[in-house]
């Protein structure tokens, strides 16, 4: 039986048009979703929408439609965003859906059940963009003087009843969580952040409203709607199936990995936990939180006009270089700054000359002078074993890197090898050997095509388009594509197609 991996990205609040930063969350997730089916798990990939809440429900208004015309009609952009960046979810879930209101509903009645749950009052600071309550010692003061929350939301003062969750109870038995499970949050920064967040105390969570109505009703008590972050969070749970435990994916909870941005750590590594255990039920194992990109040095923001939308990007430079550089650009975890001059130097850069001229160069080689067949293997010579070594050791190096979502470091190492491979075609010099020593100039041909399957091999989950049309000219068929078939060398003899560019030089290019 194949390993299990559970990955999911954040269901995106549908009153927001997809962006540049919903594409790279989800991005993340696809690459790893695809890394592990290309390393034999059984993978499954969630992405969705939350819908519910205050905010879809103002949104809703000011377009004139009830919430779940609403949500009907602008839910669907995030799967087209999907489409657009090559995200291979298995699974798109909306909080709308029947099957995560039983499933959600089912989750009250456990943390009712447990007494883990009560009804009071709740008097305090809301902000309906983050739909998040602060303590008055996380706001400050705003321009025009009203109060702000950390996020720069305008915040509210919010007084009603209320059901709350015995989140204070929850303070020491997360911290020994935490202890127990030193990777539960990464990076590291952020895993110390939440570490002192918990430290300082915890305050029980309002996790009812009923100034509104768009969200899951609260079993029994009508007037009151089940907290948007209580119901989108659950999603993660109700799309394996849960509580059926014959349903299909019931056996993929707990996640292997949440992906989020750095916005949404602390209801992910603090909340999210927390109910989980209160619920009996077993918490995640992993939570991401990624940095944020601004634009060409800016905030994205609607008012500057500078929101970056999937579709305009890959329309500019194509589906894999974007994927490539989104991942390339900025080491995870950090923020990052997204401009046009950076992408084009990559792409010309890394993509077209490193190794776009390497697959190129061997490839033509190849169809000129061993009459377009993949040459035999020779006998190895020292600078043989070691470049054969270095492409070898990609499948090892990325799976340790991939599990601690280093992908920046990842391509760094394959490049490393891409590198070295042009350095060895310099040095070898195959042309010339071709009337020297034909032997010798086949084994070589060789060496850069093994070494090109390795690197196509491993880049698939980050440029599966591209890596799958070099894996289609150097005659790698469809079933010896994954890591594991990499220990079976291709025959000698197999045709190849003739070789064609695989990545074009961006003619934009940088002004210096
Ligand atoms: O928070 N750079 O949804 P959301 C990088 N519905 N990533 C960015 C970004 C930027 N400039 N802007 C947004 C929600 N993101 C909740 C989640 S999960 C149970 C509920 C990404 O539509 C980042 O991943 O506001 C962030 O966490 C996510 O978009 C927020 O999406």
Redesign the pocket.
Known sequence: MKPKYYI?????????VP????A??SLACDVLARWKRLDGFDVFFLTG??EHGQKVEKAAALAGLDPQAFTDRVSPAFLEMARIMGISHDDFIRTTEQRHKIATTRLWHRLEDAGEIYLGGYEGWYAVR??AFYDESELTIGPDGTRIGPSGAPVEWVVEPSWFFRLSAWQDRLLEFYEKNPDFIAPVSRRNEVLSFVRGGLKDLSISRTSFKWGIPVPGQPAHVMY??VD??F??VSATGWPDPDAPRANFWPADL???????LR??AVYWPALLMAAGLEPPHRVF??????IEGE??SKSLGNVIAPADLVGAFGLDPVRYFLLREVPFGN?GDFSRRAVVSRMNGELANDLGNLAQRSLSLVARNTGGRLPPRGAPTEEDLTMLAAAEALPGLLRGLFDRQAFHEALEEVWKVVRAANGYVDHQAPWALRKTDPVRMAAVLRVLADVLRSVATVLQPVMPDSMGKMLDQLGVPEEARDIAALARPLPAGIPLPPPQGIFPRHNDEPAS
């Open positions: 999911t990205s954040p269901i995106y609040y549908v009153n927001d962006h540049i930063g919903h790279y969350t929408t939350d983050d739909e948007v972050w989108a969070l999603n993660y949440h992906m989020v941005g750095k916005d949404i209801f992910h939180a990624h940095g944020w990109w601004t905030k994205m923020d």
